[in-house]
């Protein structure tokens, strides 16, 4: 095919509605963004440039800091539980398995859920004086909890609730592949008296790889953004005993209203999470728009 | 092949069956509780046989109008969403899929996904402000342009991804026939599209029906969407101006359509596994 000028006017036409809505949407108001972190902008005042004061302070603050740790203890325990239970479940689901279909369903049920939804459950199931949870701990003889308000349990446990509502997004990215995995490489592996822990490290293991990398990449990105459950549930406290990055972002924005600073910890964040992302990114375009994946 | 799969063994099958539990029972706890009396959701002991009331519901809609609101406006923003994405992202797709080569279209492709890489946090920072500017801050229209693009590249990656599949020379064949180009794409490459037109939706639909932060941030009063409201009744039951069972009630309500929907199209979204890493 010739390349022509008009050809390429008619192919941009074509992105521009998309283009100019992401460039008005995302691109511009990061632009700006970058902008104000070098200000002292809050709501109802001119801002006024301060250089690079916001970030000094906030690599500076110890807030800052262990809000950065949580995150971390958060995000680690979340996705490593969801990216074993994750990989097991999509192992599993492939025997044969009475109602699998219903099963797989109830599975993935969490996936439809908002996160003001999934916070309302575990609120209830977790709260001191009605929950369920708590009248199962009394029977046991441990007492009730204070699962949510108690400095030492409060991180784990939003965790634990991270991980309830996203390991089926890595079954939903596991399962499929696995699935297409051609039976007969079993059969040869079962020949030689392969044990299934074998197959699995031998056969299974190296298959699946790739697509695990990927789902625990998109896990670890997406439970790094992690707020809406968090700051229903806890708001970040008790005092601040939760509270992550993002929750506190949107405390230092839309709580204390300082829009510079909040700008400064933003850029902060894009940048740490361009450092996971853009390995994950440049390989999903390569599979998807890549010429040789097209076939 | 799933004919000839291995039986799971015993072990395997408890496993499985411990996590369809942990993963459906909190769910079913909650959405059978809103149905229960005052009496029986206090109950220090969990009552599992009770006598059923709607008596929450009423409530829930008789006390908290806001509620009912709010799923007007989810459902007004959720459809407005998916018109949106569909009008930009097919054009787009097409281009991606049948000219990636002219002027270097296929190569922008790239911003797409790097700009699905940004926290949502940290683009609501800079909006709100700029939102409240220009006007746009709590309005349906204002949610809709930010939920459109933040679904834009998921969406031209099914919908590239689809379009690759159909031959090009079915268009080429209906452009020789006499079509213009608009109607080839109408006759012949959007009917076929159809399935990928229907995934699209429902990511779409998961994502906007459900997102709790962007309607946090950026509406006040006549804007707000279901799950925000949901979670100021959470927040009120401490303060007494809400009941769990009125929370039960709406958390049941806000949940349930999505639920169903999920569960008739499992299929599809077990069959999309590379596109199904950009959800969420």
Redesign the interface.
Known sequence: ?I???S??????A??A???A??A???????I??LA?SFTD?S?GRDPRWIGELNYVRTLGSASFWAAALRTLIFVGIAVVLEAA?GL??AC??????PMR?L???????????????T???????LDFN?G?VN?VTNLMGLGRIPWLTEAGTALIVVALIEF?A????VL??????R?AFP?EIYEAGEIDGATPFQRFRYLTWPMIRP?FL??VV?RI??T??A??VVW?LTKGGPVDASEIL?VH??KI??VYWE?GR??SI??L??LL??VV??WA??R??R???APKA?A | MNDQAERATKWQLATVAFFVLLAIFPIIVVAVSSFKLPRDIFSYKPIVFFEPTFGNYTDLFRNWPKFTEGLVNSLAVTIGSIALVLAASLPAAWAFSRMPQHGGVGKSAMSLFAMKMLPPLVITVPLFPIFSAIGLDDSKIGLILVYAAMEFSLAVLLLKTMIDGIPRELEEAALIDGCTGIQAFRRVTFPLLLPGIVTVAIFTTLFVWNDYLFALVLTTARSVTAPVVLADMLASIGEGRSTWGEVFAAATVQLLPVLIFTFIVQRKMMSNGAAGGLKG
């Open positions: 095919m390349k022509s000028p050809k390429a006017l008619h192919a941009w074509l992105v509605p998309l283009y809505l992401l008005a949407i995302v691109a511009l108001p990061e700006v963004a104000l902008y709501i239970i097991l479940l599993l689901l492939i025997r044969r398995i279909g099963a797989i369903a109830c599975l993935i049920a969490p996936i439809a859920m908002s996160h003001a939804v916070a309302t459950i575990w609120a209830y199931l009605v369920p009248y309830w996203g390991m089926p997004h939903v990215m596991l399962y499929p592949v699935a039976r697509a990927i789902a998109f990105i997406i790094f953004r707020f809406g229903i993002s972002l949107y924005g839309f829009f909040a700008a933003a850029w964040m894009l999470t361009a992302s853009s990114m440049v999903l375009y599979e998807s728009f097209a």
